[in-house]
Each structure stands twice: as structure tokens, then as C-alpha cells.
């Protein structure tokens, strides 16, 4: 990769990297994850959200296996779950909803100007004014949501749904995160292939112990700040099943 990355800087010719990178071998994950690339400020955030549904399967036992129960019962034990089964896995799709809400992956947002002076909530707002649109307390207010520190994908699915987390955890307006739709197809495309495949089993039960405070990084992109498992097989002949998979 560093020969690739020495020839092609920031903002160069995406095309031409990738043919150079198909021509001396590069898989296209690996394209895909490339540093200096066009994809880096969906890479961390996705990443981190991933490492946050994996904390939520090892510390909330029983969602894992809800959601497994659903997974196997649409896909069955031959085959992975695919983008086709989306429409019948609605405890899987509210599961990829609250990996986005537990912990969000830009906590505070970024930071934006305002353009002119404004007053919100009896403040006034100088035009100029740096402002955070702060996500994570979005996602622990209770006016919106019920036992916000819980994992409960179950809050989507009862009547009327508690507030979808896509309306603040991708920003607001002109610069709303143009990766937002890919990002959750990706995360529960993850979810759905992982959760098939494998028990999620936490190693320690440190995580179990901690606060929201102590459990999440909360940096420029938060993830969990522990994360021991071990990842169990479900399936006789996983192996050649993952190969098929993905040939
Ligand atoms: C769970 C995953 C993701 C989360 C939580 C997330 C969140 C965000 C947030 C909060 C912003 C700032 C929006 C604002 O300024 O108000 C942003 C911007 C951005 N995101 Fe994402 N993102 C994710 C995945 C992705 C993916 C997969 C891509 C691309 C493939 C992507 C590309 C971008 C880009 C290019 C911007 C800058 C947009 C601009 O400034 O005009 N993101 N994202």
C-alpha cells in the first residue's frame, strides 16, 4: 500500500489508484480501506459503530439471540442472509437503529458556523458562533427515549416507534452525511452475516460493570473502551459456508 500511497496523494485521480491498486494485487476490501482515499470520514464512524453492536451483543445476551432466532428462521442454516431477506427481518433492522443510537458515532457532531445571529431556547447565538449539535444528548433524553442506556431495539417496533435515530446521528441540513443510507446497509449487512455465523461471547465482564461514561471513548468518533470476546462458530462447516459466501 505504500508504494500505491506515495504515487497518488489526497484528492487524486480515484480511478486511476484503483486500477493501479487492482493491477498489483489489491482485493477490493482492501481498495475500500485504503488511507488517503475518498472514504476515510465514513471509515472510523462506521468502524466505531460496528465495535458498538458488538459491545451491545456481548453485554444485552438476549437481543443477540432474538435477533438470531429471527436471522435463522428467514435463512435457515445453509445460507447467509442476504440484502433480499431485509423486508423480514424487521428485530434485525430495529437492531441496526439502536447500534446507531446507543452509542452514535460523532457524539457531539461537527462543528458548524452559524450564518446569521439567531436565538434558540432563550439563548442568543451571535452570527459567526461555532455550534454543536450535540447527538449523545439526543440519544439520553428521556423525553425521546425509554431506559436510554439500555439496548432495546424493541423501542422501533411498539406503537407509535420512539424517535429514529437517523434524524440526528448523520448531522443536520446541507451537510448531512452523504454516506447515511450506505451506512446503515453496511452495519447491518454486518450484523446479519456475523449474527448467523457466530455467538458473540464477552471474555470479561468488566463492560457489564461500567457507565455509559466509562464505556464509550467519546473521541472525535466514539467507540467502546473494552472490547474481549470471543467469536463461537454456529455452524458445522462455517468455513466452506463463508467461502461459498463470498466467492
Ligand atoms: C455509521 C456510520 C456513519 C456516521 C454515524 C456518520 C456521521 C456523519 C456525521 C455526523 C457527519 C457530519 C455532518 C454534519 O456536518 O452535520 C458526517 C459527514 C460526512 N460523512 Fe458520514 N457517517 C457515517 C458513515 C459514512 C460513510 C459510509 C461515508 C462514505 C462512504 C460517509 C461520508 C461522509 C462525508 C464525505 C461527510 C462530510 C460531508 C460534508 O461535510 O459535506 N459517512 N458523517
Known amino acids: 500500500m505504500q508504494e500505491i500511497d506515495s504515487k497518488y ?39 466505531s459503530t460496528i465495535q458498538s453492536f458488538i459491545c451491545a451483543m456481548i453485554l444485552f445476551p438476549a437481543v443477540q439471540k432474538k435477533a438470531q432466532a429471527e436471522i435463522d428462521r ?54 459567526g458562533t461555532t455550534v454543536l449539535a450535540n447527538a449523545w444528548g439526543f440519544t439520553r433524553n428521556s423525553r425521546y427515549y425509554t431506559n436510554p442506556s439500555t439496548f432495546d431495539p424493541e423501542r ?51 463492560l457489564a460493570s461500567l457507565a455509559d461514561e466509562d464505556r464509550f471513548s467519546f473521541g472525535m468518533t466514539s467507540r467502546p473502551t473494552s472490547l474481549n470476546c470471543r467469536f463461537v462458530p454456529r455452524r458445522e462447516g462455517l468455513k466452506d459456508k463463508l467461502a461459498d459466501a463470498t466467492a
Not at 487524486?12 to 482492501?30: P, T, W
Not at 482515499?37 to 464512524?45: K, V
Not at 442476504?82 to 461537527?110: I, K, M
Request: glycine content about 10%.
Open 9 to 47: 496523494g489526497e484528492g487524486q485521480d480515484v480511478q486511476q489508484r484503483c486500477d493501479d491498486e487492482k493491477a498489483i494485487g489489491y482485493s477490493g476490501l482492501q481498495i475500500f480501506f485504503g488511507k488517503s482515499f475518498i472514504l476515510p470520514p465514513g471509515l472510523e464512524t462506521t468502524e
Open 74 to 127: 428467514v435463512a435457515g442454516s445453509s445460507r447467509m442472509p442476504t440484502f433480499q431477506d431485509q423486508p423480514d427481518l424487521p428485530f434485525l433492522h430495529a437492531v441496526t437503529l439502536e447500534t446507531l443510537r446507543w452509542n452514535p458515532a460523532v457524539t457531539s457532531g461537527l462543528p458548524h458556523v452559524s450564518r446569521k445571529d439567531d436565538v434558540y431556547d432563550g439563548y442568543f447565538i451571535p452570527k
Open 156 to 206: 422501533y417496533l411498539k406503537q407509535p416507534p420512539e424517535l429514529d435515530p437517523r434524524e440526528f446521528v448523520f448531522g443536520y441540513g446541507r451537510r448531512i452525511c452523504p454516506g447515511k443510507d450506505l451506512a446503515f446497509q453496511e452495519v447491518w449487512i454486518l450484523a446479519a452475516s456475523v449474527l448467523w455465523a457466530f455467538d458473540i461471547v464477552g471474555v470479561e465482564d468488566e
